[in-house]
């Protein structure tokens, strides 16, 4: 087996980099908090340089540079970086896993697993195959290492190495960043290497430097018997580690297709002009990672946490598998314009669906009518204009009811069996008399004159009544008082040449007009 | 680029009405002078040709090329010269009960007929699904937007308009209501409320329907406004005007047969203006709408362009 390992020393601050793009080449500190104590996690190569290091209190980094950018640690945008990380790997290899997370010296690393097994049939060889994969990470905002062995250990204990490497000085050649170890050299490789790279913990760590056991070829040429006696059965982990002999399940096939983005605004947003940017933000890097993995976003989930303490879930549903930024931006833009969040917003949290993309099937026999994108749009548009449940495809439903009618989200996607054009084309059409509907009905005055209607009032028209028909009794849901209907109607033609439905219901012994036949 | 041969075909160009005339670019015995002469002969010719060009192009697309919509009502097609045209303004006005909405359903459901989509934007909440479907419409390919004010409606209306896709898209502005408020309890019958002015589509100004007119020409869409009164002013290509003539009561027991109105073209671009066609827009399943072009004189007038 081989295993490759993208490994990103300082996640933390490239999670922040990631996602503000506009603070790199700037000197910047990640810390663990604002106060006196906060120390620093991760140091950019700009504040290296002007002689920051990472465990120093913040106070002093502001004392050596005082035009620093100091950004706290967010676990939502490390979690971010760790699944683009996945993603990237994906988008090379089927088989891929997130790498547990180390402790100790090694906290802020963050690490992939690919399966490189045969990659040698789609690459040149596996330093190519490695050079693509540290080109797609870095184009993905994640700068790391990549080494290839032949067991997850080896292959993050060698990126760890090259990751930890002295950055070169100026006229030097460029730091490494891919490695490759073949079988028999991993032993070679991996013995010069500091004991530390296994990251002990803190006891070990100690009695290892007690006993003068520094470098890891120290460590194999003990017998694991007598480390076992003296340092505890835990060592023989360490050891097991050092030779590439850990059990390692195969990589797995990951099966979640749902990513994730997110930020923690430094102060609350109130209005929703400020907020669009930080959705371009999210929305771009969930393309992208969408993109990587061949993926259209089917749904969005929009979580919002309040200033107030509140949490507001939104989902926003997607026509077609989309991977255009624009529309998906302005699908959250018209879901929050209609429905403002109701108080200022501290974190975002977005997560795209992501389902397989499909082609769009044309009907050899129909028009193509708009793309589902651009229809998902206009829809949504429509919907922000004029309202939720104003926007649809009309149904006549079961109903006897005056006036029931159904409204359903409108989709031109459509059973192809239930469309025939050439019977459409040859039917002999039948339209007929059109009534259009009052909502809500116009309430009215009538005269009544030996049981028929000869004089109304109403809004809609006023005047003697020149003939009538009728009454048509309807009546329904006798067994529920709330829904009982019982209505006479009777079609009217007036003076002014209006031909009207009148309507008596006998519920509340009014008149009213509800309906205009045109 | 290296110059052209003397003898090919590079640096030919043809005057606007066929007079051959060769211009060697970059021959070797050709003087500066005479390059830039040479030059400006074939810009004068290209540009005259570009412009004739769009010229033919607009006219074709007027005469021979613009399509329509047929309404399903083959008297009033042929008084219409097809139907509805596709990408223009086209707008159906009327009194109450002259027929308006029921030409309206005929039309798109003749449209739906053919597999397309279209959608019906409905200011005053009017649309009725039942009566829809009984004119042959299928719903299943329809938009229907509920607009609650004008402003709305204009803006799906746009907004529609700039989706390719939607070859109907229908603008009901007609408003029966003049006044939601409910009538007073204690008003007197002799003492009638006078009537509020009317507001809608007459206090849309020129330059919504000018920007509709432009949306539906680039998308080659048929937009139809339903309206009381002409409203769209000149930005309309076809007004046809509905004028109510009766409504027909059968009996005993007495019962609405069908509405007989009149169809008077008041504007068109092609086609002769004045013209009338009688409609019988019948309730019963058994009859269509019956269309008889009445024997008119000669038309009023052709509207000039």
Redesign the interface.
């Known amino acids: 087996m081989r295993i490759a390992c993208l490994l990103v020393p300082d996640l933390p601050l490239h999670a922040e980099l990631r996602a503000n793009p506009e603070l790199k080449g700037h000197p910047l500190v990640i810390t663990n908090g604002h106060g006196f104590r906060a120390e620093t996690l991760a140091v950019s190569h700009e504040a290296f340089e002007k002689g920051i290091r990472s465990g120093q209190t913040l106070p002093r980094v502001r004392a050596v540079c005082p035009e620093i950018e100091v950004r706290i640690a967010s676990p939502v945008l490390e979690k971010a970086a760790r699944e683009a990380m996945l993603d990237v790997a994906l988008s090379l290899a089927p088989r891929a896993e997130l790498a547990e997370r180390a402790s100790g010296l090694f906290l802020s690393e963050g690490a992939v697993y690919v399966d490189a097994s045969g990659i040698e049939a789609l690459h040149a060889s596996e330093s190519a195959f490695a050079s693509v994969l540290h080109a797609r990470a870095e184009r993905a905002g994640i700068r790391g290492v990549v080494a290839l062995a032949s067991s997850r250990g080896i292959a993050r204990l060698t990126a760890r190495h090259l990751a930890h490497l002295p950055a070169p000085s100026s006229g030097e050649a460029a730091a490494e960043t891919t490695r490759i170890l073949s079988p028999k050299e991993e032993l070679a490789f991996l013995s010069p290497l500091p004991i530390d790279l296994l990251d002990p913990d803190d006891r070990t760590a100690q009695a290892l430097t007690r006993f003068g056991i520094h470098c890891i070829r120290d460590l194999l040429r003990l017998s694991r018997r007598d480390l076992a006696a003296r340092l505890g059965p835990g060592l023989l982990a360490l050891v097991a580690r050092a030779r590439g002999e850990e059990n390692e399940l195969p990589l797995a096939q990951p099966r979640v297709t749902s990513l994730e983005e997110g930020i923690d605004c430094d102060t609350p947003i109130e209005s929703l002009e400020p907020l669009s940017f930080v959705f371009r933000g999210l929305i771009s890097r969930l393309t992208e990672r969408l993109i990587l993995r061949s993926l259209g976003c089917g749904e969005l989930c929009l979580t919002l946490r309040l200033a107030n303490g509140a949490r507001e879930s939104r989902r926003i549903g997607v026509a077609a598998p989309c991977q255009d930024e624009r529309v998906l931006l302005r699908l959250l833009r018209l879901a929050l314009e209609s429905k403002p969040p109701a108080a200022a917003i501290e974190r975002v949290t977005l997560i795209a669906l992501g389902v397989p993309l499909r082609r769009e099937q044309l009907d050899f026999?129909?028009?193509?009518?708009?793309?589902p994108g651009?229809?998902d749009q206009?829809?949504a548009?429509?919907t922000a204009?004029?309202?939720t449940e104003?926007?649809?495809?009309?149904?006549?439903v079961d109903d006897h009811r005056p006036g029931a009618?159904?409204?359903k989200p409108?989709s031109?996607r459509?059973p192809r069996s239930?469309?025939n054009?050439e019977a459409?084309?040859h039917?002999?059409?039948?339209?007929?008399?059109?009534?259009?509907?009052?909502?809500p009905p116009?309430?009215?005055?009538v005269r009544i004159e030996r049981g028929s209607p000869v004089f109304l009032?109403?809004?809609?028209?006023?005047g003697e009544i020149l003939?009538?028909?009728?009454p048509w009794r309807t009546t329904g849901y006798w067994w529920e008082e709330s829904t009982h209907f019982a209505v006479d109607h009777y079609?009217v033609?007036m003076s002014?040449?209006?031909?009207l439905r009148l309507c008596f219901d006998w519920k509340t012994k009014r008149w009213q007009v509800d309906?205009?036949?045109? | 680029m290296p110059p052209a041969p003397p003898d090919s075909s590079v640096g030919r160009a043809c005057g606007p009405v066929g007079a051959a005339r060769q211009i060697r670019i970059g021959s070797t015995s050709s003087t500066s002078s005479k390059r830039s002469s040479a030059l400006e002969a074939l810009l004068v010719d290209l540009g005259s040709q570009i412009h004739r060009g769009v010229a033919v192009s607009q006219r074709e697309e007027t005469a021979e090329t613009l399509r329509f919509c047929p309404t399903g009502i083959p008297a009033l097609d042929a008084r219409l010269g097809g139907g509805f045209p596709y990408g223009r303004l086209s707008e159906i006005c009327g009194a109450p009960s002259s027929g308006r909405t029921s030409l309206a359903l005929s039309l798109l459901a003749e449209t739906l007929g053919r597999g397309v989509l279209a959608a019906w934007i409905d200011l005053a909440d009017a649309f009725d699904p039942a009566s829809a479907v009984a004119a042959g419409s299928d719903l299943e390919r329809l938009l229907w937007v509920r607009a609650r004010s004008e402003d709305e409606a204009l803006r799906s209306c746009e907004r529609l308009l700039q989706t390719e896709g939607f070859e109907l898209v229908i603008l009901d502005f007609i408003q029966e209501i003049l006044h939601r408020e409910a009538l007073p309890d204690a008003l007197p019958e002799t003492r009638r409320k006078p009537r509020p002015k009317r507001r809608g589509v007459a206090a849309i100004r020129d330059v919504s329907w000018l920007r509709l007119a432009r949306l539906a020409a680039r998308t080659r869409t048929v937009l139809v406004v339903l309206s009381n009164a002409s409203a769209t002013g000149g930005r309309a290509e076809l007004v046809l005007e509905m004028r109510p003539l009766a409504a027909r009561f059968v009996g005993p027991p007495s019962l609405l047969d069908a509405l007989e109105t009149t169809a008077v073209l008041r504007r068109h671009r092609n086609r002769p203006i004045g013209q009338e066609v009688s409609l019988s827009m019948h309730a019963m399943d058994a009859e269509p709408i019956h269309a008889e072009p009445k024997p008119n004189g000669p038309p009023e007038r052709s509207e000039p362009r």
């Open positions: 026999f129909l028009p193509r009518g708009p793309s651009e229809l206009t829809l548009e429509l204009i004029c309202g104003r926007v649809g495809t009309p149904l006549v009618f159904g409204l409108f031109k459509k239930k469309i054009i459409n084309k039917a002999q059409r039948k339209p007929k008399l059109t009534l259009r509907a009052l909502r116009s309430r009215a005055e009032r109403s809004a809609v028209s006023q003939s009538s028909a009728g079609d033609q002014d040449g209006s031909v309906g205009l036949y045109d």
